[in-house]
């Protein structure tokens, strides 16, 4: 039995508990189709996910200079993307800032720009990479001077047990008008529905405990009491896998591969079905009670 009888996104009944691994078990809601791990792992539990081998083996303990086009290329767009629905810049908290990256790129760009993140492997990588500010800790330990113009969740908000309530604390930190910017994995995209329990996200050792897609998302913003602006998905299969290519070597040397992966992300991500999404949403100029 699911260890609470309601939906922890919509309050429905109708859940059905799965396995798709023999370390990982969830629920998931037949109502609004939010799946959620059962039991959720205690405080701290994620926190030995993120050691050093977790960055050097993705490439993370290096400065954004060093990082390869691609990510340099994602960070820059998303910081792009946070000016252009804010219209400027402005103060900026990062939650969850894993090495600093965004931040540094943010900083940059004129933004007055913090993080905060828990995982002390990550800090020390932070305060290399980074001058900016980096707060150790929840964000709901953190009291800030002020409020801010964005608050950005780059692949946190599925790590957390309490997401709505997250949200609804950045949304308080926020200016009016002020906006949160978020990615996670797509459990409605089409490399989860082929994969199914094989879906990596489905592992112990990625410390996802929500699982969205874009319709559970835009619920759970909007009970944050945020208006949504954008969402979509973006992403699809590396194409090339099977004859030995990785994704990092075909952006880096292989153009005309590199093209037609780009057009294969471009249609998975407009039809709904790409492997990430990616939201921007306001808290209002005018709230209401």
């Known amino acids: 039995m699911p260890s609470d009888p309601a939906c922890y996104l919509c309050g429905g009944t109708q859940l059905t508990r799965r396995a798709p691994n023999a370390s990982y078990t969830m629920v998931i809601c037949g109502s609004c189709g939010y799946r959620r791990q059962d039991p959720i792992p205690p405080p701290g539990a994620l926190d030995v996910l993120y050691h050093n081998d977790f960055y ?4 993370l303990d290096k400065g954004i200079d060093e990082q390869p ?3 340099r290329e994602l960070i820059a767009e998303r910081v792009r993307s946070v000016t252009r629905w804010r219209g400027g810049g402005g103060r900026l908290l990062d939650v969850g800032c894993g090495t600093g990256l965004f931040v540094e790129a943010a900083a940059r760009q004129g933004w007055a ?3 905060t993140e828990t ?5 020390a990588y932070a305060r290399r990479f980074t001058s900016a500010p980096i707060f150790q800790g929840e964000l709901g330990d953190y009291h800030a001077d002020g409020p801010f113009d964005a608050v950005t969740f780059w692949d946190v908000i ?8 997250e949200l609804e604390r950045a949304a308080a930190m926020l200016v009016p008008g002020g906006v949160v910017a978020i990615s996670l994995p797509n459990v409605a995209g089409l490399k989860a529905r082929l994969l199914g329990d094989r879906w990596r996200y489905y592992l112990p050792s ?3 405990i929500s699982h969205f897609s874009p319709s559970t998302l835009a619920r759970l913003v909007g009970q944050a009491r945020l208006e949504l602006v954008q969402l979509g998905t973006h992403g699809a ?3 090339w896998k099977s004859f030995g290519q990785d994704p990092l070597s075909v952006r880096e040397s292989h153009p005309l591969l590199d093209g037609v992966q780009r057009l294969a992300d471009t249609a998975a991500g407009r039809s709904g079905f790409g ?3 990616t939201a921007y949403a306001r808290r209002p100029a005018v709230e209401h009670g």
């Open 56 to 59: 050097t083996e993705r490439g």
């Open 69 to 71: 086009r691609f990510m």
């Open 113 to 115: 720009a913090v993080g």
């Open 119 to 123: 995982s002390a492997a990550s800090l």
């Open 158 to 165: 599925e790590h957390l047990p309490d997401p709505r309530s």
């Open 206 to 208: 990625m410390g996802h």
């Open 237 to 239: 299969f590396n194409l």
């Open 275 to 277: 492997e990430t999404i």
